[in-house]
């Protein structure tokens, strides 16, 4: 069973900086998708970032690109998320999540809609 844990989320002022942490274990394929998820309340679930551990590769939602960045150690036990230039529009919960055989495009865009495992989210508050 995939577990995943996060920790770094807080509150920051507008163009401040935060790190998130998603810790992953349990896989037993090699293929798979690890992202993040954010949820404010009355919107809709955005993927903000995913990263693939096949080859690597990564995604940003058109609201963070150039923002925010993913990564990973190797193996991708802890995947990353470090937010600059905050805004207040980035609050929201964050929420770290896991699907086999996704890439981090297909990931990201299925907003939400995967069969996979999710960590319990942590918050972030931006203030103007």
């Known amino acids: 069973e995939v577990q995943l844990v996060e920790s770094g989320g807080g509150l920051v002022q507008a163009g401040g900086s935060l790190r998130l942490s998603c810790a992953a274990s349990g896989f037993t394929f090699d293929d798979y998708a690890i992202g993040w998820f954010r949820q404010a309340p009355g919107k809709e679930r955005e993927g903000v970032s995913c990263?693939?551990?096949?080859?690597?590769?990564?995604y940003y939602a058109d609201s963070v690109k150039g923002r925010f960045t993913i990564s990973s150690d190797n193996p991708m036990n802890t995947v990353y998320l470090q937010m600059n230039s905050l805004k207040p529009e980035d609050t929201a919960v964050y929420h770290c999540?896991?699907?086999?055989?996704?890439?981090?495009?297909?990931?990201?865009?299925?907003?939400?809609?995967?069969?996979?495992?999710w960590g319990q989210g942590t918050q972030v508050t931006v203030s103007s």
């Open positions: 990263i693939s551990s096949s080859d690597g590769s990564t």
């Open positions: 999540a896991a699907a086999y055989y996704l890439n981090a495009q297909m990931l990201c865009e299925s907003e939400g809609d995967f069969f996979g495992s």
